[in-house]
């Protein structure tokens, strides 16, 4: 086993709203750990040899890498909003998004999505002190950090996703009329297409960027319509409507099949007919699996998981060979593991957990 020696640590201030003390206090608490803002990355193998870097960044609960492969951006409720070189961890530019957010990257590397977010009511507000979600969405250019593009027309926000062909920018939440996915034009920040067939909370693109796949994951309660849609994403006609809902969606690289993460099952349904074609149980002790990912070169499904309201010990990572049907474990978090994402050559892994760590991790 190989053991880098070579570390170092760097501080950055952070502004923590009361709302994300809390949420990221909880998670560190029940692992015996107290929460420090400093952000620290560490050279160090596990013991079967597949964490290649690990990174503090308290409870960052969104990821997204780069379609170069050479960089990761980062952040979450009490986590900045970062972009971080892919080998060393070392953060290249920070981003002054609002605290809580949802994120993607472009496919050619140079602009990052992020959306929604956590802020504190000013004083005039009859809700002064308290947290108050955020809609605004913003287009941000990498090399320097600057915003480029704002889109604010969102009351809520709970899902984004980059076309693969780069023109367009889905979010899922809801607008002023009601629940809604709106297609954004990625360059000019205008609406193309409001989509209002159901409440969703997950957004998955096809690959040729002809079509979405929402649906509403478990953790939305109430009396919502439970559907998985596949849509054009031109004119908003349906494809496929299903009655079930997926905690998680990725669309296979080859567009043929469509993972859904649900409870601890992973269906495989064919894009076209929505039929289960496969189907198989993570060994997760019973915990809900929040993340599931298929890798680029279509070799690998890649799910987390753990509980979503509270920090959950049985956090898990697993990674299956589709072609054998083998599960591997990734073992380190300490606690519910809320997002993943897969470098674009399929040989690495990040994950966030609600543990305060980000992993990188050698399929």
Known sequence: MQIYLK???????????????????????????????RHMVGYAASPDNHLLLTRQNNYSSALAWSHDGSWIVSGGVGSP??????????????LAAKDGVLLDCSPDGHHVV???GIETADASSSTAGLPQSFSEVVIWDVATGARLVTYNGMSYVNAVAWSPDGTRIALAGSDATGATIHVCDAQAGTLLLAYRQHVASRLAWS??????????????GGVFTRTTRVWNSTTGHD??????????????????????GDAEVVSLR???????????TTNSGGTPI???????????????????????????VQVRELATGQVTSYHGHKLTVAALAWSPGSDRLVTSSYDGTIRVWHI
């Not at 971080?84 to 070392?90: I, M, S, V």
């Not at 690959?207 to 939305?220: A, G, H, K, Q, Y």
């Not at 494809?239 to 993972?259: E, F, K, Q, R």
């Open 81 to 94: 909003v970062e972009i971080w070189d892919a080998t060393t961890g070392k953060t290249r530019v920070g």
């Open 290 to 316: 929040l993340g599931v990912a298929w890798s680029p070169d279509g070799r690998f499904i890649a799910c987390v998981g753990g509980s979503p309201q509270f920090p959950d010990p049985k956090g898990f």
């Open 270 to 280: 064919d894009a076209r007919t929505g039929a289960v074609t496969s189907s198989y």
């Open 7 to 37: 570390s170092f640590k760097y501080t950055s201030p952070v502004r923590l709203s009361r709302r994300s003390l809390c949420l990221a206090s909880l998670g560190l608490i029940s692992t015996g750990l107290t929460l420090n803002i």
């Open 114 to 116: 992020t959306a929604g």
């Open 239 to 260: 494809y496929l409507v299903l009655n079930n809902s997926a905690n998680a969606l990725s669309w296979s690289p080859n567009g043929a099949l469509i993972a859904c």
């Open 207 to 220: 690959p040729d960027s002809r079509l979405v796949v929402s649906s509403i994951d478990s953790i939305i």
